[in-house]
């Protein structure tokens, strides 16, 4: 899922805990998402491309077991919540943090291709609904899930809004006969990683603000 619709989902861990800051909401659900962008960028994980990158469906998240895998997901949470909850006391926040980590696999199940592991170092099929591989469908179930994280928190216009843009900023990325940037990442996997943490940084920094 693009980084706008998982800033989104931060919305409702801030719906349903409301005593956690928004700040803690936007980084438990990136989390894995930073990771992976550190670990590609260094080359412990890795991300390919077609030839011509026409949508999302030609960007492959070829090995990323360490950031995105089942089980490390499942570690992240448990350390999280010991961490802050058993470390710091701080009970809500712990399981909104754990909540918030696993939310992000959660969602990338349903998006992703098979490329997601179950542990790292294990040799066994990978998992994935493949929503992407249909990339039309996908831009709407994106679209209508970042518009259903506004409506449970209750939002303002402008952050609707802002949902609403972001989304329609990547659409050439889902809309094969829409041109757009994605052209430029063929062959250019860290142009990749570097536009996902542009994106994440960018879509934290606005729903933070008008949260």
């Known amino acids: 899922m693009f ?3 998982h800033a989104a989902t931060a919305l409702i861990i801030k719906k349903a805990f409301a005593d956690v800051s928004i700040i803690a909401a936007l980084l438990s659900v990136q989390l894995i998402e930073m990771i992976w962008v550190v670990l ?3 080359g412990v994980e890795r991300t390919t491309t077609e030839e011509n990158v026409r949508s999302v469906s030609d960007v492959h998240l070829e090995y990323m077991p360490f950031s995105h895998s089942v089980a490390t997901t499942v570690g992240f949470s448990v350390v999280a919540w010991v961490i802050i909850g058993v470390g710091f006391r701080a009970a809500e926040m712990a399981t909104a943090v754990a909540l918030g980590i696993a939310s992000h696999l959660a969602l990338d199940l349903v998006s992703h291709a ?3 592991a179950i542990a790292p170092f294990v040799r066994s ?3 994935g609904l493949g ?5 039309a469908a996908a831009f709407v179930f994106e679209l209508l899930y970042g518009v259903f994280c506004w409506w449970v928190y209750k939002g303002s216009v402008t952050l609707l809004w802002t949902i609403i843009l ?3 900023a990547n659409a050439s990325f889902f809309l094969r006969g829409l041109p757009g940037p994605e052209r430029f990442l063929a062959r250019r ?3 990749v990683t570097t536009v ?3 994106q994440i940084l960018a879509t934290a920094v606005l729903v933070g603000l008008m949260s």
């Open 3 to 5: 980084a706008i619709n």
């Open 40 to 42: 590609n960028f260094i």
């Open 114 to 116: 098979r490329d997601i």
């Open 125 to 127: 099929k990978k998992f």
């Open 131 to 135: 929503l992407y591989e249909k990339p």
């Open 166 to 168: 972001f989304n329609l």
């Open 189 to 191: 996997p860290k142009l």
């Open 196 to 198: 996902v943490a542009l």
